[in-house]
């Protein structure tokens, strides 16, 4: 544990964030914790974090605060402000947002903490409700070194492959990367058992063929079985995929590249969330093609 920071923050105890919460909570950090939704953190409380009734009484006790929330929109009205964590934070305390959101928004919050003498980190995952269960996320972070190696134990207890990627927003725009083949990877990955499907093959022999070549993908080994199970609940929403396309398509538009392949994904995706299911996880892109 660093020596500096005991008591660390956790805003944000939804699908991955929970189970991240308890993985830093066994390195035997102090935890306080904050959600919109108290009840949804009542087996947390009992476990033992403390419960704070406002994002802000939770900064002015924490020496680190991660969080961990929706949209960007969430991340912005949460950090800046007149109630945000930057403007309650201890001097400084570490803050390390692990939403996917805007790099640009990533360097607004840096800078703004930096001129109170705050360190903030953007430290997206990717992974999982799988990876965060059982502490492999990969993280991507951008920030400063020395405020990246003083969290690291804490990021340690999450995930196993831990980057700095540089500075402010580049931990953002690699998640984007990272958003960006998956997309195009699952468009690929449902066409290609649509494709079986109607050919007559047994899925599950299909995947086992597939999934050990070249055409090997997490998304296919992962996510492919709860395709073919039928099962379609979230490890990762459909909704919060969309928001990811949108910020990375309109970060490329700012870099005037053109990204054909996500552009169809997100098409695709918004046709299945207009469906009805944009609170299933992302392997319901199935349904695209397959209602049956």
Request: charged share 20%; hydrophobic share 40%; net charge negative.
């Amino acid at each position: 544990m660093h020596t500096s920071i005991s008591k660390v923050g956790f805003i944000g105890t939804g699908v991955m964030g929970r189970s991240m919460a308890e993985h830093v909570m066994k390195g035997g950090y102090e935890l306080h914790i904050y959600t919109r939704t108290k009840s949804k953190a009542e087996e947390l409380i009992e476990g033992g974090m403390r419960w704070h009734d406002h994002p802000e009484e939770l900064a002015r006790e924490c020496d680190a605060i991660i969080t961990m929330v929706g949209y960007p929109s969430d991340v912005e009205e949460l950090y800046l402000g007149e109630r945000g964590l930057i403007a309650h934070a201890k001097p400084g305390a570490y803050l390390i947002d692990m939403t996917t959101s805007s790099p640009a928004l990533a360097l607004r919050i840096y800078k703004e903490a930096k001129s109170r003498g705050i360190h903030a980190l953007d430290a997206p995952v990717s992974g999982g409700d799988v990876g965060a269960r059982n502490a492999a996320l990969s993280i991507m972070a951008g920030g400063d070194e020395h405020a990246f190696e003083a969290v690291y134990p804490i990021l340690e207890r999450m995930g196993g492959q831990i980057l700095l990627q540089g500075g402010a927003g580049a931990g953002q725009h690699t998640k984007m990367a990272n958003q960006i083949a998956i997309a195009s990877n699952m468009v690929g990955v449902c066409e290609a058992l649509i494709y079986a499907k109607h050919a007559g093959l047994r899925l599950d022999g299909v995947l086992q063929s597939i999934s050990t070549g070249a055409a090997g993908s997490w998304s296919l080994s992962q996510l492919a079985p709860r395709m073919i199970a039928g099962n379609f609940e979230p490890g990762f929403y459909i909704k919060h995929f969309i928001k990811d396309m949108g910020i990375a398509l309109q970060s490329a538009d700012e870099m005037g590249i053109e990204l054909p392949g996500l552009a169809l994904a997100r098409e695709l995706y918004q046709r299945v969330a207009d469906a009805g299911f944009a609170d299933k996880g992302t392997q319901a892109l199935y349904l695209a093609w397959d209602q049956g």
